[in-house]
């Protein structure tokens, strides 16, 4: 079985039965700390909870897997005997993390048993046959293209807090990635916000497609973004797959060459979002958004699990944010704007506003809305818009 990866490259080969290698402790600390994420504490085959290690041509191959969600990273070593073997990722992970010498020797002998040396310290630790560890998914006629990993961490982290977490409405658990000619979309929905956020090719990618990642596969990605330049992104009707380039300088010192991370994706077909998009909004309000997001915070403070929203009283050149409890009492925020429309009123749930301005970058956004009883909008003027859904207004305010 050869995966994408293994094309590119070549360091997750056919070992032999046996194997050694020497490799600095930092470089196999930060690789087993890109895989042991995904590996739970109670995993449902004792093979789930090891990491497949693969020793070839000065390289050092680390996999995981939990079935749904597969890890694998590349390190330098010094390969004295090419081989593999699979080793408890938490247990392997802890001493190697504590030994004393910055440098590590590790040795297959018989009975699948590896010796760990560093210094004064010696480990023997019983493994799993490389034969029992699931392979990663094969992508031979898949799509792919590459985006810069900034662009892409950015276009997650402004969705990704709108995920449903109802596990009844599976297809929602997840983030809804649309591919066109010239631009890739993500959306995230749990039926009482909705977050879009897109971003625009310089070139023709030359194909459409679109595909639902699950969230504990988006968080595990939101993880590993960031470490290099470009991702390479492939997809099937049942995977997709994300190749992570580390930083140069990292790379230089062995610590890694790559983090590959394939997940399946959900099954189904994600909702009609345009459905839920206001097909007009009769204002629009500029708004700093880190004086927004604090004047939120702080109306927040007061308000209870019973009565969770804040009402928003918007007039001439005024907003004023107000939440109340009969637990906590009362709050009270004014914020001057630049509006001149008729005096309006609106409640939202706190959250539902935060959320989206803690994972925008820019310094001004837009407040869009119609009446009490429509969807509000924040949005930016190019690239992302979160709909949230209204609360009732109670009479007495």
């Given at each position: 079985?050869?995966?994408?990866?293994?094309?590119?490259?070549?360091?997750?080969?056919?070992?032999?039965?046996?194997?050694?290698?020497?490799?600095?402790?930092?470089?196999?600390?930060?690789?087993?700390?890109?895989?042991?994420?995904?590996?739970?504490?109670?995993?449902?085959?004792?093979?789930?909870?090891?990491?497949?290690?693969?020793?070839?041509?000065?390289?050092?191959?680390?996999t995981?897997?939990?079935?749904?969600?597969?890890?694998?990273?590349?390190?330098?070593?010094?390969?004295?005997?090419?081989?593999?073997?699979?080793?408890?990722?938490?247990?392997?992970?802890?001493?190697?993390?504590?030994?004393?010498?910055?440098?590590?020797?590790?040795?297959?002998?018989?009975?699948?048993?590896?010796?760990?040396?560093?210094?004064?310290?010696?480990?023997?630790?019983?493994?799993?046959?490389?034969?029992?560890?699931?392979?990663?998914?094969?992508?031979?006629?898949?799509?792919r293209?590459?985006?810069?990993?900034?662009?892409?961490?950015?276009?997650?982290?402004?969705?990704?807090?709108?995920?449903?977490?109802?596990?009844?409405?599976?297809?929602l658990?997840?983030?809804?990635?649309?591919?066109?000619?010239?631009?890739?979309?993500?959306?995230?929905?749990?039926?009482?916000?909705?977050?879009?956020?897109?971003?625009?090719?310089?070139?023709?990618?030359?194909?459409?497609?679109q595909?639902?990642?699950?969230?504990?596969?988006?968080?595990?990605?939101?993880?590993?973004l960031?470490?290099?330049?470009?991702?390479?992104?492939?997809?099937?009707?049942?995977?997709?797959?994300?190749?992570?380039?580390?930083?140069?300088?990292?790379?230089?010192?062995?610590?890694?060459?790559?983090?590959?991370?394939?997940?399946?994706?959900?099954?189904?077909?994600?909702?009609?979002?345009?459905?839920?998009?206001?097909?007009?909004?009769?204002?629009?309000?500029?708004?700093?958004?880190?004086?927004?997001?604090?004047?939120?915070?702080?109306a927040?403070?007061v308000?209870?699990?019973?009565?969770?929203?804040?009402?928003?009283?918007i007039?001439?050149?005024?907003?004023?944010?107000?939440?109340?409890?009969?637990?906590?009492?009362?709050?009270?925020?004014?914020?001057?704007?630049?509006?001149?429309?008729?005096?309006?009123?609106?409640?939202?749930?706190?959250?539902?506003?935060?959320?989206?301005?803690?994972?925008l970058?820019?310094?001004?956004?837009?407040?869009?809305?119609?009446?009490?009883?429509?969807?509000?909008?924040?949005?930016?003027?190019?690239?992302?818009?979160?709909?949230?859904?209204?609360?009732?207004?109670?009479?007495?305010?």
């Amino acid at each position: 079985m050869t995966s994408a990866l293994q094309n590119g490259n070549n360091c997750y080969l056919l070992g032999q039965t046996t194997m050694k290698f020497k490799i600095q402790k930092e470089a196999f600390v930060s690789g087993l700390q890109q895989v042991s994420n995904i590996v739970g504490s109670r995993a449902t085959m004792p093979i789930l909870s090891n990491v497949l290690i693969v020793a070839e041509n000065n390289r050092l191959s680390l996999t995981t897997t939990n079935l749904d969600i597969g890890i694998m990273c590349c390190v330098r070593a010094q390969v004295e005997s090419a081989g593999s073997i699979t080793l408890p990722v938490k247990k392997l992970f802890s001493i190697i993390k504590s030994l004393p010498q910055s440098e590590v020797e590790v040795e297959l002998s018989g009975g699948n048993q590896t010796r760990i040396t560093s210094g004064s310290s010696t480990f023997r630790i019983l493994g799993i046959e490389r034969e029992e560890f699931p392979p990663l998914p094969s992508f031979d006629d898949e799509y792919r293209f590459s985006m810069a990993q900034a662009d892409l961490l950015m276009m997650l982290k402004n969705v990704s807090y709108a995920q449903s977490l109802d596990e009844n409405r599976y297809i929602l658990n997840g983030v809804y990635f649309i591919l066109s000619d010239k631009s890739i979309t993500t959306v995230a929905t749990d039926g009482r916000r909705l977050a879009v956020a897109e971003h625009a090719f310089t070139e023709s990618v030359g194909r459409t497609g679109q595909f639902i990642l699950p969230a504990k596969s988006v968080a595990e990605l939101e993880h590993l973004l960031g470490q290099g330049e470009k991702v390479s992104i492939s997809y099937s009707d049942r995977q997709v797959a994300f190749n992570v380039s580390v930083k140069e300088e990292a790379n230089q010192k062995g610590l890694m060459d790559t983090v590959y991370i394939v997940s399946k994706v959900v099954e189904g077909n994600y909702p009609n979002y345009n459905q839920v998009v206001p097909k007009e909004t009769h204002q629009r309000i500029k708004v700093e958004r880190e004086l927004f997001l604090e004047c939120t915070q702080r109306a927040a403070l007061v308000v209870s699990d019973k009565n969770n929203s804040i009402r928003i009283k918007i007039s001439k050149n005024s907003m004023e944010l107000l939440g109340s409890s009969a637990e906590y009492g009362q709050s009270h925020e004014s914020m001057a704007i630049d509006y001149s429309g008729p005096d309006t009123q609106i409640a939202f749930n706190p959250q539902f506003l935060m959320e989206p301005l803690r994972a925008l970058t820019k310094d001004e956004v837009f407040l869009e809305f119609k009446d009490e009883l429509s969807p509000g909008v924040v949005k930016t003027l190019d690239s992302f818009m979160c709909v949230i859904m209204p609360l009732r207004l109670n009479a007495k305010e």
